[in-house]
């Protein structure tokens, strides 16, 4: 049972350049979200994914573009990296529902924009 | 827009010593408060929850206050041991289980 992973744990990308963050969980999770992590701000959510099918933005989604592959996998596409996008990036899942529940956070990946 | 305001930013005590972080939500409708510790270069994992309907709760050490009149939430860490340290978050979560509000975080150091 690895719970969630998420590759790849560092990347970097020169300006302009595009990449997809890739999240996986074994935990058969309704809900799954990404979220980016930058110094002094702690955790701020770009999309979630309530259930199989369906996906919101969160706080912070201008830049990025998600899509929830199948009930497992969830990934994070960044079209035109920004060095603003520079931040560690977090995926979670969880129970979902309507009564909330914790979330279980993979390892990150650290992304540097030039 | 929502937001989780969390004090203090730095924490420093000695071990042993009490450790007290507050936290001040805004979303009155929110119901469901998670604390989560990161310890350096790793994920954050949950330490303790709090559901709207309870006003205390604790788990050995650590304990957890909620005043949903003042929409205030804290957590109390006592006897507290150098692997204590690390960053902090609350948060704060509405019905519906899914819009993840998080404060800014506390860094912790205690000093053996």
């Known amino acids: 049972n690895a719970g969630v992973t998420q590759t790849p744990k560092f990347q970097v990308l020169k300006t302009g350049q595009s990449m997809t963050l890739q999240c996986a969980q074994d935990?058969?999770?309704?809900?799954m979200y990404w979220y980016r992590q930058d110094p002094g701000m702690g955790l701020r959510l770009i999309y979630y994914?309530?259930?199989?099918?369906?996906?919101d933005k969160g706080e912070v989604p201008n830049g990025y573009n998600v899509s929830r592959l199948n009930k497992r996998e969830f990934s994070l596409r960044l079209e035109s990296a920004a060095p603003s996008q520079t931040s560690v990036y977090f995926c979670a899942s969880g129970v979902g529902g309507s009564i909330p529940y914790e979330q279980y956070f993979g390892p990150g990946t650290r992304l540097t924009v030039t | 827009g929502e937001n989780v305001e969390q004090h203090p930013s730095t924490l420093s005590v000695q071990e042993g010593d009490s450790a007290v972080i507050k936290c001040t939500y805004s979303d009155s409708a929110s119901n469901y408060f998670p604390w989560y510790k990161q310890e350096l270069g790793k994920r954050p994992q949950l330490i303790i929850d709090?559901?709207?309907?309870?006003g205390e709760k604790k788990d050995q050490r650590i304990a957890v206050t909620l005043n949903k009149t003042a929409k205030h939430f804290s957590l109390h860490i006592t006897e507290t041991q150098p692997e204590d340290s690390a960053v902090y978050f609350c948060?704060?979560?509405?019905?519906?289980?899914?819009?993840?509000?998080f404060g800014a975080g506390t860094r912790l150091f205690v000093k053996a």
């Open positions: 935990m058969n999770h309704n809900s």
């Open positions: 709090i559901r709207s309907n309870v």
């Open positions: 994914s309530a259930s199989e099918g369906t996906t």
């Open positions: 948060a704060a979560i509405n019905p519906g289980g899914f819009k993840t509000i």
